[in-house]
């Protein structure tokens, strides 16, 4: 997708290739394909004239992680996806840190593995219409409590992977910083690779790599 709000300087093509290699790559011509969305928080986006004109059918909006655990959280999205239904929108729900965070200051917590099962689970639960997730937004920067925790990023991934088969899942939302590519080996280490897809990935130099030679191809 390409994020069009000013809201996230995340690398738009990277979180393409991330989202498509994760669960959207039956094949080569589908890993050629670039869907163009937008990133927005507000529902009012939904009816503005301007975005009904650019006939846009996929937004992204970011919630804290333990979005279902939190009452306040949990209305906001409801009425945030109720809205993006209403207009015939397919949301991609993104995760970051906890409402009240202040990262890198405190409080800065990062979820255990258990805690953020749960509250996956919940999620799962309260919004099972919702396919496509995003792990965790900008997953290596210093607003978030993942910086310097790819390890326990990728553990949070295997969640997701396991609790929503089928799901169209973007693993590692990163952007272009310093610590990018230290950040993503160490991601990639601990993330399970198990269907042949993933591994042939891995194999040829990572996602990135893999699907910019099949675009380069098509």
Not at 51 to 56: K, N, P, T
Request: glycine share 6%; hydrophobic share 45%; proline share 5%.
């Amino acid at each position: 997708m390409l994020w069009m709000n000013s809201m996230t300087r995340a690398l738009t093509l990277l979180t393409i290739l991330l989202a498509l290699a994760l669960g959207a790559i039956p094949s080569a011509a589908t890993a050629a394909t670039v869907t163009v969305g937008l990133g927005e928080q507000s529902t009012d986006v939904f009816g503005d004239t301007r975005f009904e004109a650019l006939g846009i059918k996929r937004v992204r909006v970011i919630t804290p992680w333990n979005v279902a655990l939190s009452r306040g959280d949990r209305t906001w999205l409801d009425n945030w996806l109720a809205s993006a239904r209403l207009a015939g929108v397919d949301p991609l729900v993104s995760f970051g840190a906890a409402s009240g965070s202040r990262c890198p200051a405190r409080p800065c917590k990062l979820p255990n593995t258990a805690t953020f099962d749960r509250a996956f689970r919940a999620f799962r639960a309260r919004w099972p219409q919702v396919r496509t997730i995003g792990v965790w937004n900008e997953a290596n920067h210093r607003s978030q409590p993942t910086f310097r925790y790819p390890d326990q990023a990728a553990r949070f991934f295997n969640i997701v992977r396991k609790r929503c088969p089928g799901c169209r899942i973007v693993a590692a939302d990163v952007i272009d910083d310093a610590n990018m590519v230290r950040w993503v080996t160490t991601f990639r280490a601990v993330a399970r690779l198990d269907s042949p897809v993933e591994v042939n990935y891995y194999r040829h130099g990572g996602i990135l790599h893999t699907v910019l030679r099949k675009m380069l191809k098509s």
